[in-house]
T-cell receptor, first 113, second 114 residues
Framework: QKEVEQNSGPLSVPEGAIASLNCTYS??????FFWYRQYSGKSPELIMS????GDKEDGRFTAQLNKASQYVSLLIRDSQPSDSATYLC?????????????FGKGTHLIIQP | EAGVAQSPRYKIIEKRQSVAFWCNPI?????LYWYQQILGQGPKLLIQ????????DSQLPKDRFSAERLKGVDSTLKIQPAKLEDSAVYLC????????????FGPGTRLLVL
């Protein structure tokens, strides 16, 4: 059974600071990793994906992956109040036809003005 | 480009009643997913379609849930009979094809079972 674990928070970060969100997963064959942002009452939207060990940067967002430790993280630099949301970590097995995502419970992030 | 459409947006029913949800994916998207999101949890995959065929329904409670995508476009998800624990948001997502990076989510249908 695949599991994705996240600290549910809330994680409170001052505006302008770096927000660090963490995720661990149990299935060693997981190959694709995603971070989704979900505002209250809205549907998830993809903000980052990462497939290889190391860092991937996109604007203020950096995803980090360590497959040996089964750990993936998301850093948000220069945090803005608009970043306040729930961040969902998701993993997907590679290969085969079934590629639905397994999500964690999400981390509720609050950016304090 | 129009996004994933879902209806109804909200539904309130009593336990043991039946309910159906409809999803229209992004035009040209071959892969369609239904997820269930219970309050405070992440979405959980219920079923994945590739065109009009089922790829994965291992987490679908088949004693009460059913889904179809007869013409490979629109899809319906049905619950019969509903239980209190089925109260959740039902999210439909689509992607261009299997293995594509981005799954685009619809606005969801919020179901309350009383």
């Amino acid at each position: 059974q695949k599991e994705v674990e996240q600290n549910s928070g809330p994680l409170s970060v001052p505006e302008g600071a770096i927000a660090s969100l963490n995720c661990t997963y149990s299935d060693r064959v997981s190959q694709s990793f995603f971070w989704y942002r979900q505002y209250s009452g809205k549907s998830p939207e993809l903000i980052m994906s990462i497939y290889s060990n190391g860092d991937k940067e996109d604007g203020r967002f950096t995803a980090q992956l360590n497959k040996a430790s089964q750990y993936v993280s998301l850093l948000i630099r220069d945090s803005q109040p608009s970043d306040s949301a729930t961040y969902l970590c998701a993993v997907r097995l590679s290969g085969g036809g079934a590629d639905g995502l397994t999500f964690g419970k999400g981390t509720h992030l609050i950016i304090q003005p | 480009e129009a996004g994933v459409a879902q209806s109804p947006r909200y539904k309130i029913i009593e336990k043991r009643q039946s309910v159906a949800f409809w999803c229209n994916p992004i035009s040209g998207h071959a892969t369609l997913y239904w997820y269930q999101q219970i309050l405070g949890q992440g979405p959980k995959l219920l079923i994945q379609f590739q065109n009009n065929g089922v790829v994965d329904d291992s987490q679908l409670p088949k004693d009460r849930f059913s889904a179809e995508r007869l013409k490979g476009v629109d899809s319906t998800l049905k619950i019969q009979p509903a239980k209190l624990e089925d109260s959740a948001v039902y999210l439909c997502a689509s992607s261009l094809n299997r293995g594509q990076e981005t799954q685009y989510f619809g606005p969801g249908t919020r179901l309350l079972v009383l």
